[in-house]
């Protein structure tokens, strides 16, 4: 089983450049999410889906945009890249609230120089 | 929002040592997750729980609902052990789902 899948795993870009990442979920989960992880703070939400077609911004939204097209695949878009957006962003899926386990992805390694 | 707080940010231990680590949140929950993540690596669901206590090998997760505290203990802890432990809750209001972390606690277990 795959899992909860992210792509690419490292990306440097410079600023003011867009890139896409992508997240797959093989387990027919309804709810997606995309959190960032930085130094000394715990991972935020950026974005999140409960279901295809359908999204809704978090904690940490701006500058990032989403799409959830197909139920097994999550999107983020980075339109404009800064430094600030540098982190590491991981992907989750669950098939219910937060009373339910949720599989996170490897992990994104994103550097905006 | 529901706060959660991790005891201690780091700890260093030797191999074979028992090891505790502390959470704790402001907001009644219906559960609580551990997880794992070594370095440079993904995150990984340890437990999650409820009430009472779970097992799972030298893993040992805690919870006192009314005392809005958990644990999380290893026994015999190995350096294969050394990575960072993150407690989150489930964030209530809305329809997101989504989880609220704690900053994490970063073990090393020295051979």
């Known amino acids: 089983n795959a899992g909860v899948t992210q792509t690419p795993k490292f990306r440097v870009l410079k600023t003011g450049q867009s890139m896409t990442l992508l997240c797959a979920q093989d387990?027919?989960?309804?709810?997606m999410y995309w959190y960032r992880q930085d130094p000394g703070m715990g991972l935020r939400l950026i974005h999140y889906s409960v279901g295809e077609g359908t999204t809704a911004k978090g904690e940490v939204p701006d500058g990032y945009n989403v799409s959830r097209l197909k139920k097994q695949n999550f999107l983020l878009g980075l339109e404009s890249a800064a430094p600030s957006q540098t982190s590491v962003y991981f992907c989750?899926?669950?098939?219910?609230?937060?009373?339910?386990?949720?599989?996170f992805g490897q992990g994104t390694r994103l550097t905006v120089v | 929002k529901n706060e959660v707080e991790q005891s201690p940010q780091n700890l260093t231990a030797q191999e074979g040592e028992f090891i505790t680590i502390n959470c704790s949140y402001s907001?009644?929950?219906?559960?609580l997750h551990w997880l794992q993540q070594h370095p440079g690596g993904g995150i990984v669901s340890l437990f999650m729980l409820s009430s009472g206590k779970k097992k799972h090998g030298r893993l040992i997760a805690t919870i006192n609902i009314q005392e809005k505290h958990s644990s999380l203990h290893i026994t015999a802890s190995h350096p294969r052990d050394s990575a960072v432990y993150i407690c989150?809750?489930?964030?209530?209001?809305?329809?997101?789902?989504?989880?609220?972390f704690g900053k994490g606690t970063k073990l090393s277990v020295k051979p």
């Open positions: 989150a809750v489930p964030h209530y209001g809305g329809s997101q789902g989504n989880l609220i």
């Open positions: 387990m027919n989960h309804e709810y």
């Open positions: 907001v009644g929950i219906s559960a």
């Open positions: 989750a899926s669950s098939k219910g609230t937060g009373s339910t386990e949720a599989f």
